[in-house]
């Protein structure tokens, strides 16, 4: 498969195009693997470092749709580390130096823009959490700045900072370094990276089961057939407990919930960076296209479908309206719903077990699409040495049971609110 080269593309363009090869490869599943990865997100991530770190290629990641179907290709694609936490600061920051040099990693444009991500404050007390949060970010050695009202009216002209708002404006919290990146791009420049060292990517293809020597899992059932495997991943966001409950494990500390996302008729150039409202919860950002793309809450019910309801599209329009008053009168093309893997902590689980020969990777709740590179590369090796990176450390399925949380929010065990 060639390399993705300015020469390449010359000569296509006087080929018209029909030279490009396939990606990846559509491979029928072998009976056996060192490892396999269920999904086909984090999954393609971690396939690729397992390969490209640990030298382990003989892997097979079974996505039960096609290859970007789930959140991966649904998110608002924003990238961030503005965290208060010691944990989340180290880990989501170390995933931001990785997207610094990712289309380069992966010799595909993933489209990764550090345009900043602006966060308003609306109150006094609002303000100094945001302040504090800033702190925490320089000390764990990240990056944050404190603009005052007429500084964000410079920066985004778009947000109502006068005195008449409806949520006054009081100042915000940028992170320079954040952005936004194209999401397809990710999980196929992550796919033909994966596929170029021997990864085996096999798209519909279900788990429906597990193969069992006692408690110990040594293969999937598949809708294509049995495939064995001395290492089993699963990384599936919101299908988690179903993937578990497969397994005889009936509890888990993850909700899944719908997560709604919209894009707006293209217009102009008209904010250049990401922001967030924080009178209630949204964020908005333009892609290349020009569609301001945005979101807010959950929907606030549990539910498998990749699909909202109409309750929540009001609440995120009135929320859109009152902090961009000016594009009140733009039409919405599109929205979609993507199904969230909800924690109890608002903290991920990237961890070996909870069976033997099974590793897990859940939990990302709003915020895993960032993660991508940081969360691949530590769950690679921990299935790669049986033990975590020091970044997923923490990351533990036991922290529930000691009760040693890593509540980023401050909700406590109320995954709707993370
Ligand atoms: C609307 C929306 C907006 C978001 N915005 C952001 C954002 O701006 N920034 C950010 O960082 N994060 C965001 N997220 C969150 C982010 O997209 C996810 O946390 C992240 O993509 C999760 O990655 P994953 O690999 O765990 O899940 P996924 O990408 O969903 O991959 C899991 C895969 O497992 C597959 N699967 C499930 N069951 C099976 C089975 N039985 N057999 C085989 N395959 C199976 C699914 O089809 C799916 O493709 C958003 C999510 C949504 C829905």
């Not at 995933?95 to 345009?115: A, D, G, I, P, T």
């Amino acid at each position: 498969m060639a390399e993705y080269s300015a020469l390449a593309l010359i000569r296509n363009a006087f080929s018209g195009n029909r030279d490009w090869k396939p990606a990846w490869r559509k491979p029928d599943p072998k009976p056996a693997y060192d490892v396999i990865i269920i999904g086909g997100g984090h999954g393609l991530a971690t396939a690729y470092y397992l390969a490209k770190e640990h030298g382990i290629t003989n892997v097979a990641v079974l996505e039960k749709g096609w290859l970007g179907s789930g959140n991966i290709g649904r998110n608002t694609t924003i990238v961030r580390s503005n965290y208060l936490l010691p944990e989340s600061i180290r880990f989501y920051d170390f995933s931001v130096k990785m997207w610094e040099n990712l289309s380069h990693e992966l010799n595909y444009n993933v489209m990764f823009s550090q345009r900043g991500i602006l966060n308003l404050a609306h109150s006094p007390a609002q303000a100094d959490d945001y302040i504090r949060r800033g702190n925490a970010m320089l000390h764990g050695g990240g990056d944050a700045e404190w603009l005052t009202p007429a500084e964000i009216a410079r920066k985004v002209p778009g947000v109502d900072v006068s005195g008449s708002a409806r949520f006054p404006v009081v100042g915000g919290l940028l992170q320079p370094r954040a952005g936004t990146a194209r999401h397809d791009a990710v999980a196929w420049g992550y796919a033909r990276a994966a596929d170029r060292r021997g990864v085996d990517i096999i798209e519909n293809c279900e788990v429906v089961g597990f193969l069992r020597e006692g408690d110990r899992i040594i293969g999937v059932s598949t809708t294509r057939g049995e495939i064995r495997a001395g290492k089993v991943g699963v990384a599936v966001a919101g299908s988690t407990s179903r993937l578990l409950k497969l397994a005889g494990i009936e509890q888990f500390p993850i909700e899944s919930h719908v997560l709604q996302a919209f894009v707006s008729e293209s217009i102009k150039p008209y904010v250049d960076c990401v922001v967030t409202f924080g009178g209630g919860h949204l964020y908005m950002s333009q892609s290349d296209k020009g569609g301001l793309v945005f979101g807010g809450d959950l929907d606030g019910y549990n539910s498998y479908a990749q699909r909202g309801n109409l309750p929540l599209v009001e609440e995120v329009m009135s929320e859109f309206v009152a902090m961009f008053p000016a594009v009140a009168r733009l039409r919405l093309l599109r929205s979609w719903g993507g199904v969230m893997d909800m924690s109890m902590d608002g903290s991920p689980i990237i961890a070996k077990g909870p069976l033997p020969g099974m590793y897990l990777n859940c939990g990302w709740c709003y915020g895993g699409f960032k993660a991508t590179p940081a969360s691949g590369f530590s769950f690679a090796w921990t299935i790669a040495k049986d033990e975590p990176h020091p970044i997923n450390a923490p990351y533990t399925l036991s922290r529930f049971e000691r009760g040693i949380i890593i509540d980023e929010k401050g909700q406590g065990p109320t995954p709707k609110l993370h």
